[in-house]
């Protein structure tokens, strides 16, 4: 964010939460640490000042009264308890205890890497955990307005581990085949309760184009029965990968490919990402509706089904304005202090 000459301008959020229920305390909290908002001081929490800010701030001040607690929004230029060092100096303190702590798992994944040399165990491919530290290294990005200092060791620590891991898969002839559907039929589909973009967006790829039959539940941790496929959950094989986030992993792996579902798969990909890698025009309102599915729709299989709607209508509109869009088929094997407060609401 660009400060010039001027201040920044910040967003406040003072709340007091209800005791009961206490899974609410748990569930806000969260929900500011992935907005990547910073606490000043008890039940104050701070962004800059932006849109998209006071759109994030809204919802859970919304949250929280529905709930029984009690919230406000305030825009500031300063406050007397504290000044714009002091606040820029919180969000470069929060965001770099996220980096170091990305860093030492991607030292620990380094290290492990140079002394096991025997074939990796489904749970500890380093391809997979890289493609997660990746992904924890966009996420943290995202919500990163003052870089901390170290940002670019981290960075730099993946870029070496990736050339290292990925040179080795490499050179070991690992590199993963396409699967066959016909080998994917008539399963229960596992993934974590209360679905949202990747997992809705799967869940479509996966009736529409691998097991028209598949039947899905919904657990907090991956599933023991072999029958049952767990997706999108932590250490599993259909999830975040290299290949990006799990519908990407999906199309990639399935040997899936066309301009529609390319075009599908980018916009899923910021989406749940948030690396703002492809920027197309449909990605907000997409968001949007997913959010508004999400609100609408209590029980988890409610959700998944008007999602799968969803995404099968986007694809046959995507399709009708792709005149070159034929079905997936298999991919070739080359691929100012003291200011006073003004309360918004």
Not at 11 to 17: G, K, S
Not at 64 to 92: C, P, Y
Not at 252 to 261: D, I, N, T
Not at 268 to 289: C, F, I, M, S, W
Request: proline share 6%.
């Amino acid at each position: 964010m660009s400060q010039g000459s001027n201040p920044p301008t910040w967003l406040l959020l003072v709340h007091q939460l209800p005791s009961r229920p206490t899974s609410l305390r748990v569930r806000i909290w969260r929900r500011l640490q992935d907005l990547g908002a910073v606490a000043m001081k008890n039940s104050v929490y701070v962004l800059p000042h932006s849109d998209q800010s006071r759109e994030d701030f809204e919802w859970i001040k919304s949250e929280i009264e529905r709930m029984g607690g009690e919230a406000s929004v305030f825009l500031a230029d300063g406050h007397n308890t504290f000044s714009n060092d002091e606040v820029v100096a919180a969000f470069r303190k929060a965001r770099g205890s996220d980096y170091a702590e990305l860093f030492a798992e991607a030292a620990a994944l380094s290290a492990r890497v140079r002394t096991n040399g025997r074939r990796p165990s489904r749970r500890s491919d380093p391809i997979k955990q890289l493609a997660r530290l990746r992904a924890r290294l966009a996420a943290i990005d995202a919500i990163t307005v003052f870089p901390p200092t170290n940002r670019e060791a981290v960075a730099s620590k993946i870029q070496r581990l990736a050339q290292t891991i990925e040179g080795r898969h490499e050179r070991s002839g690992q590199a993963s085949q396409s699967l066959h559907a016909r080998n994917f039929q008539h399963r229960v589909w596992v993934t974590r309760p209360r679905p949202g973009i990747d997992r809705l967006s799967s869940a479509w790829l996966i009736r529409r184009f691998i097991d028209p039959k598949a039947r899905f539940s919904f657990s907090e941790t991956a599933p023991s029965a072999a029958a049952a496929i767990p997706f999108d959950m932590f250490g599993v094989e259909f999830s975040h990968t290299d290949h990006g986030c799990t519908f990407e992993t999906f199309v990639a792996r399935f040997g899936l490919e066309s301009p529609v579902l390319d075009q599908l798969g980018h916009i899923v990909h910021d989406l749940d990402l948030k690396d703002g890698r492809y920027n197309l025009p449909e990605t907000p309102a997409l968001g949007r509706l997913v959010d508004g599915l999400r609100a609408m729709h209590a029980d988890d299989a409610d959700l998944l089904e008007q999602g799968i709607t969803i995404f099968e209508a986007l694809y046959r509109a995507f399709s009708m304005s792709d005149r070159s869009s034929p079905s997936p088929k298999r991919r070739s094997k080359t691929k100012k202090k003291g200011q006073p407060l003004r309360r918004l609401s």
